[in-house]
Structures are given as structure tokens and as C-alpha cells.
């Protein structure tokens, strides 16, 4: 074939091939494998960083009973369920869960009524105890006492 002389069109010859090149998809397929592999790895790892829920109804707890031993009556507060925080005003939430004789220690965690639900049985140096509840949703909330 020859590329000279006359043409039907006054353009010369085209070449063959002269679209955009195609990428076949390897990247794209490794990236998503790569976030789906990142997804899996996060929801079976993230229980060992946080702990599990009957780790976080003891940490909660401890650390509302911290809060009011040390009279940090807002952050207690911060740490009851919203129905608690509507019954009871910051000042009175040491008068109703505590038992005035002295630190509270966690003593058992039992699971309570549903599937985040967590009876804690918290016992006092001068004897007394007492059974908190606690939810585990949106994170640990002390949500009643017995």
C-alpha cells in the first residue's frame, strides 16, 4: 500500500489503532480487594482494641464509681442513660447510687435482660452493695440501680 498520491480525502491514511488506550482493571479490582480486606480486619480486631462488652460495663462502671468517689458529680452524669439523666440532676446522682461508705469496687458482671444489657453487683469497703445496670449501646451507660 502505498501512502502517496492522490486520497479520496485530503487527510492522509489513519492509523490502525487510534483509540484510547483500554486499562484492563487490575488496579481497580486490587482496590477494592484492598478496602474489603481493611473492613474485614477492622470488625475482628476492633473487639481486642476496645475490649468486650462485659470488658466495657466493668470499665464504665469503674469509672463512674471513680467519678463520684473523687465528687465529680458531671462527669457521673455524663456517664448515665438519657432516662437517668432526666430523672436525676448531677448534684443528686452521688445520693442515689452510692451507699456513703466509702469506694465502690466492682465485684461481678452478669448479662441483664437483652443483648446489651450487663447487671454489675458493686460491693462497698463498709459492707454495703448494690446491682447496676448497664447498657452497652452508643457506649456504656449506667442506667439504673437495685
Known sequence: MSTEGPFLYDDGPE?????TPRR?????????????????L?????????????????????VFLAALDNH???????????????????????????DGSGVGTVVSVK????????RIQVEWRGGGHATYDVVNSDGGRICGVH
Open 15 to 19: 492509523p490502525l489503532h487510534t483509540g
Open 24 to 40: 484492563s482493571g487490575k488496579w481497580l479490582i486490587a482496590i477494592f480487594a484492598a478496602t474489603a480486606l481493611v473492613a474485614v
Open 42 to 62: 477492622m470488625v475482628i480486631l476492633l473487639p481486642l482494641v476496645k475490649g468486650s462488652a462485659e470488658d466495657q460495663a466493668r470499665e464504665v462502671t469503674g
Open 72 to 98: 465529680d458529680t458531671e462527669t457521673a452524669y455524663g456517664l448515665l442513660c438519657p432516662d437517668e439523666r432526666d430523672r436525676l440532676a448531677p448534684a443528686d446522682v452521688a445520693a442515689a447510687y452510692l
Open 111 to 118: 448479662r441483664g435482660h437483652g443483648s446489651q444489657t450487663w
